[in-house]
């Protein structure tokens, strides 16, 4: 039943609050594809960067190079184009650029269309901003995972030290604000719960907390 076609499950919340790290175990789980829609708007992102396409381009020109782009994903690796683009779109600049580009509704629009595409034809996990509430109004089983600003960025705190041991808690908190105030700004689409999501608080709950709870609702579904 639950590798069946079109069963879907959207996990929405603020960046952060742990919804890639629990889909993929989900995913892998119940042996359903996990969809990263995040990685999406970041390969987007990292194109226009590449191209010198600025989010007040005109709109003729990045419609011209949305025409001629494609976001796909094979063996857990985010493809642009068919180029694997997975550690690309994870610098520091591909962040800042789709936290704004993610605003533009050309871009939504592909990434929508995409998405769609992706969910009808096999049964998915998919995390993001709106999948519950536009994405897929109609998904079996939504989530809307939260956790304070301080607690997401103490967790990405920790991941960014390892790599980078002179970055600041401050700044990265106030990245993440910055995020979660256009996320949840922008006109078209903006971070909300849907009405019939389970919401879920994170803070004080490890992962494999988090992991059982959804796990528990998914089953009953
Ligand atoms: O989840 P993430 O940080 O990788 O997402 C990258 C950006 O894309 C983030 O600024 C929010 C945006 N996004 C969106 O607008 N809609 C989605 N469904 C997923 C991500």
């Given at each position: 039943m639950m590798a069946a076609q079109g069963f879907r499950v959207a996990i929405d919340g603020p960046s952060g609050a742990g919804k890639s790290t629990i889909a993929k175990i989900l995913a892998n789980e119940l042996g359903i594809d996990y969809i990263d829609t995040g990685a999406m708007y970041r390969a987007i992102a990292l194109k226009m960067l590449e191209n010198g396409?600025?989010?007040?381009?005109d709109p003729a020109v990045l419609g011209e190079m949305l025409a001629h782009t494609d976001v796909d994903f094979a063996q857990g690796k985010t493809l642009l184009d068919g180029v694997d683009v997975s550690d690309r779109i994870r610098t520091a600049a591909v962040t800042d650029m789709a936290s704004k580009s993610s605003a533009l509704p050309q871009v939504r629009e592909k990434l929508v269309v995409l998405q769609r595409a992706m969910g009808e034809k096999k049964a998915v996990i998919m995390d993001g901003r709106d999948i519950g509430t536009n994405v897929f109004p109609s998904a079996e089983v939504k989530f809307f995972m939260t956790a304070s600003p301080e607690e997401r960025a103490s967790r990405r705190w920790a991941e960014m030290k390892e790599k980078d041991p002179t970055v600041s808690f401050e700044a990265v908190l106030a990245a993440i604000e910055e995020r979660d105030y256009n996320d949840s700004h922008r006109a078209l689409n903006p971070l909300t719960k849907a009405d019939d999501a389970i919401e879920i608080d994170t803070d004080g709950l490890d992962i494999e907390s988090v992991t059982a709870i959804l796990r528990a609702r998914i089953e009953s579904a």
């Open positions: 396409i600025d989010i007040d381009a």
